[in-house]
């Protein structure tokens, strides 16, 4: 099991940019898929992005493509999620996720370890 950590979280106005990151505890972090999920109160938890273990390979939702964009530094065991054009519907709390095996990346029960979230709130 591989720990991971969130930060960059807060509140930022319509149109505004933050960017994510995750810090992994494992020096494998290289061997995992990696990925962020976000959930809003009431709604059930949802694919946002993907990445590889090279980071060669990005996934993104309909909702976020063109405006999000996932990356990872293997040397860092970090993952990050630039989102920009933010837009109120992208309020939730966002998870990182990682996977070290097979499973369909845009699927939650595929990913065994999870960060504990952290809030980002757009306002109008």
């Known amino acids: 099991q591989v720990q991971l950590v969130e930060s960059g979280g807060g509140l930022v106005q319509a149109g505004g940019s933050l960017r994510l990151s995750c810090a992994a505890s494992e020096r494998t972090f290289s061997i995992y898929t990696m990925a962020w999920f976000r959930q809003a109160p009431g709604k059930e938890r949802e694919f946002v992005a993907a990445?590889?273990?090279?980071?060669?390979?990005?996934y993104y939702a309909d909702s976020v493509k063109g405006r999000f964009t996932i990356s990872r530094d293997n040397a860092k065991n970090t993952v990050y999620l630039q989102m920009n054009s933010l837009k109120p519907e992208d309020t939730a709390v966002y998870y990182c996720a990682g996977k070290s095996v097979a499973g369909d990346y845009y699927n939650s029960r595929s990913y065994n370890n999870w960060g504990q979230g952290t809030q980002v709130t757009v306002s109008s």
């Open positions: 990445i590889s273990r090279s980071g060669y390979t990005t």
